[in-house]
């Protein structure tokens, strides 16, 4: 299977600033991946890389094998609805709808009819006044009625309301199942991907710090709880992501991808926000230093 | 992108339309009445002896109507300002107000490209800001054309009494307005792709575009090509501004409007030069007695006996053409160069 998205060494820099650094993904087709960090992490530069807004200060990426935004058939295979799903507010629904039909020659406008309808919006309603779920609603219905091969998705769902976010993703993830595009969301919430995505990449101060399959991830990821113990001395197949220390115990989130038989560990599954949090509060600690001092092989 | 680009200019179109209607309307109901005034004053076959004079004539009587007066520079400002206007309000907001609201990943994401989109964009755009601003200046051009018809036989006296070369002739009529207008609309475009702000790429644009109608007239335009020099006859001036300054009456000034044998010649500069071809402005000592104070005549004799003569640098009428095709060949091509950069800036830097 190829890569929907490859990059590697891919940085890009604001000024002084990196937004994104050494980012190297092979995303394979056919999933739907959660992109989570905190805000500022650098997914929207990401995304923004990936369908050719930006381009990147040092490295390479490739987009359905080849250069982002490189050329109108590069631009047709790839949906984009970027943060705050902006559209042209003095513009009607149906114009919008139009614009899509005069610039991609694969519009499916029976899709964007049979979905606006389905929507219940108004074609001749300004898309100014349309709420924003309406709205994020109506630049999705654009975004796969183009028929793309990859759907990426710039924190669709951050200013919906919960209701509004479930009815976004539910729609979403009818039309993955019924066009089988691949998709690449963003969000800072774990819990709005939870339901929908089985890649997740983790994104933390401009750095990827995980990246994979939920199912091997989630099996490669354990909580071990036991008695108080250096970190240090733990085999160099489980690397230390979280670590608590009361005076008696030591709580530990390690990955690896062996068993643990240590027997004086307690073995736990971890869920998936745990997990992401974890690689997300130890940002924080990256330093190559505090990394020596701690042990931690990566 | 051609009918999506025309959908989303409807608004501008409407607004221009309606200026051009409601400018064609007011030329409309005033322009027969001018032309008969012009009839009346019989300059059309004309003779020779008195076409100057019916011309002057005919002018005065506009001027002291007020109206044409005012209908005249009204036109002219509506000419000169509409570049500027569609700078602001077409061409900063182009790429500017896709940036601010965010709609720029809607545009530049769709199955074509940025290159093709701007392409389309400048087009529509430029298209309609030449359109309007010519269309204005052909309308202006076909009300004033007594009064350039006027000027053409000598009328003068009045203020309306400008030559093709005026600046504000010059910029409002032909085809200079084609590039004024495509320039300001580059212009507007650039700063809205470099400042990513719509209300400041405005002003830029309009200080931009100002500085650069400034600069035009005063320093640029009168060099476009190598001035002529001539050297007349203090008593061949066919019209003569004299003053004797400071109480000897030692200094003087020699002024002139036309120069003789180059009817609507664009004079550049004129000043007095002595014998041995110096500038001068002292008066010969010879020249400086109470006799010569009050009669021009007699003091200008004078001065032509002692080899003072007029120097003069003009630009002669038939250049006119040379001046309008160059001048908007200038702006056009400064369009051109900005629209350049545009498509390197949206390809490379932009988000």
Redo the contacts between chains.
């Keep these: 299977m190829g890569a929907v998205i490859q990059t590697s060494g891919l940085g890009k820099q604001y000024r002084r600033t990196w937004a994104l650094r050494d980012c190297a993904l092979a995303i394979p087709e056919g999933r739907v991946v959660g992109l989570v960090g905190p805000n500022g992490a650098g997914k929207t530069t990401l995304l923004?890389l990936a369908?050719?807004?930006?381009?990147p200060t040092c490295g390479t990426i490739s987009v359905l094998g080849e250069r982002p935004?490189g050329?109108?058939?590069q631009?047709?295979r790839?949906?984009?609805v970027?943060?705050?799903t902006?559209?042209?507010?003095?513009?009607r629904v149906a114009?919008h709808l139009?614009?899509?039909a005069?610039?991609?020659?694969?519009w499916d406008d029976e899709l964007a009819r049979h979905r606006i309808g389905q929507l219940g919006l108004d074609p001749r309603q300004r898309a100014g006044s349309l709420s924003g779920g309406q709205r994020a609603q109506l630049?999705l219905t654009?975004a796969l009625a183009?028929r793309p091969e990859l759907l990426l998705l710039d924190e669709p769902v951050a200013s919906l309301d919960p209701l509004a976010r479930r009815e976004f993703l539910r729609l979403l993830m009818e039309a993955v199942a019924e066009h089988g595009v691949s998709v690449v969301l963003s969000s800072h919430l774990v819990a709005d991907l939870e339901r929908v995505c089985d890649y997740l990449i983790v994104l933390v101060a401009s750095r990827v710090r995980v990246a994979g399959e939920v199912s091997a991830l989630l099996a490669a990821h354990h909580r071990l709880s036991g008695p108080r113990r250096d970190p240090g001395t733990l085999p160099a197949s489980q690397e230390v992501i979280e670590e608590s220390h009361t005076d008696k115990q030591s709580t530990l989130l390690v990955r690896t991808d062996e068993p643990v038989h240590d027997p004086s560990w307690t073995v736990r599954p971890v869920s998936l926000e745990d997990l992401v949090l974890a690689y997300m509060s130890r940002a924080g600690d990256d330093t190559p230093a505090r990394r020596q001092r701690l042990g931690v092989v990566s | 992108?051609i009918?999506?680009s025309l959908?989303?200019f409807r608004?501008q179109a409407v607004t221009a339309a309606a200026a051009l209607a409601g400018f064609a309307i007011l030329l409309a109901v005033t322009g027969p009445h001018l032309a008969s005034l012009y009839a009346a004053n019989g300059i059309s076959g004309c003779q020779p002896a008195s076409c100057e004079h019916l011309a002057s004539n005919f002018l005065q009587q506009l001027y002291a109507a007020g109206t044409y007066w005012v209908l005249y520079l009204l036109g002219v400002m509506l000419i000169l300002l509409t570049p500027a206007v569609i700078g602001l309000f077409w061409g900063a907001p182009l790429i500017a107000r896709e940036l601010e609201?965010?709609?720029?990943?809607?545009a530049?994401?769709?199955?074509?490209?940025?290159t093709?989109w701007l392409a389309v964009k400048l087009t529509v755009g430029g298209l309609a800001a030449m359109a309007v601003t010519e269309g204005l200046s052909l309308m202006q051009a076909w009300w004033a054309a007594p009064i350039g018809r006027a000027v053409g036989h000598g009328g003068n006296g009045t203020n309306l009494a400008m030559g093709r070369f005026s600046s504000l002739v010059f910029a409002t009529h032909g085809i200079t307005p084609l590039g004024y207008a495509m320039f300001a609309y580059a212009v507007g475009v650039t700063a809205g792709a470099l400042i990513r702000r719509t209300v400041p790429a405005m002003a830029v644009t309009l200080a931009i575009f100002a500085a650069v109608q400034i600069a035009m007239p005063l320093w640029i335009r009168p060099n476009l090509f190598p001035a002529r020099h001539t050297v007349i006859p203090v008593t061949s001036l066919d019209s003569i501004s004299l003053q004797q300054g400071g109480l000897n009456g030692s200094r003087f000034n020699l002024g002139t409007g036309n120069i003789p044998g180059q009817p609507g010649a664009w004079l550049l500069s004129s000043g007095a030069v002595n014998a041995a071809g110096q500038a001068t402005s002292t008066t010969p000592a010879a020249c400086t007695t109470q006799s010569m104070e009050n009669n021009t005549s007699a003091l200008m004799d004078c001065l032509a006996s002692h080899g003072t003569r007029e120097a003069i640098s003009y630009q002669p009428a038939s250049r006119y053409w040379a001046f309008q095709w160059t001048e908007t060949a200038i702006y056009l091509a400064l369009a051109l160069a900005l629209a350049g950069y545009c498509f390197l800036r949206l390809n490379?830097?932009?988000?």
């Design positions: 923004r369908v050719g807004m930006l381009a935004a050329g109108p058939g631009l047709a790839v949906g984009f970027a943060q705050d902006p559209v042209y507010a003095r513009m114009d139009r614009l899509g005069w610039l991609n020659p694969a630049a654009l183009k | 992108m009918r999506l959908l989303q608004v609201t965010g709609t720029s990943a809607l530049w994401t769709q199955s074509i490209t940025r093709r490379r830097r932009l988000s």
